[in-house]
């Protein structure tokens, strides 16, 4: 049993020498797999970090693309709107034009009528104020011998 006894002492420290490698083997591969885990992690909070971040510039890509159908859309309403009223205006420029264009015609008719009605008032008179001399003596005439017949009477 001495032989056996030597035998295990000497080989004792070999397998304490090869159980310790094998025990740093396992601490540096827990070591590796720890820091490997940790990179995995990192690697997976950035992936969910920059999906987040996709996520929230997707969102306000909607949250923009939906104002600026808004805004054109207001925009397109206002320019409706513009072109309505420019067309009323039209309407009423040109409507203040016939009316314009009728009442210059009207007062020039107004103003030949005037002219043709002074001319016929003239005429009226050169005629009232020559014939009447000659009428009314033969009026008066025969008024003043229907008196003096009455009178005779």
Excluded: F
């Amino acid at each position: 049993m001495v032989h056996h006894a030597a035998t295990t002492a000497g080989i004792q420290p070999l397998i304490q020498e090869q159980l310790d490698q094998a025990a740093e083997k396992e601490l540096k591969l827990q070591r590796k797999r720890a820091t490997d885990r940790k990179h995995r992690q990192k690697k997976k909070d950035e992936e969910q970090e920059l999906k987040n971040k996709c996520q929230e510039l997707e969102n306000a890509n909607q949250v923009m693309d939906q104002l600026l159908k808004t805004y054109a859309a207001q925009m397109e309403d206002k320019l409706q709107k513009e072109q309505q009223y420019l067309k009323k205006i039209a309407k009423v420029e040109a409507e203040k034009e016939l009316a314009e264009k009728k009442w210059t015609e009207k007062k020039s008719q107004l103003r030949q009528k005037v002219k043709a009605m002074k001319k016929k008032y003239k005429n009226l008179r050169k005629l009232c104020i020559e014939k009447p001399k000659k009428k009314p003596k033969k009026q008066v005439m025969m008024a003043e011998t229907s008196e003096d017949t009455k009178n005779d009477n």
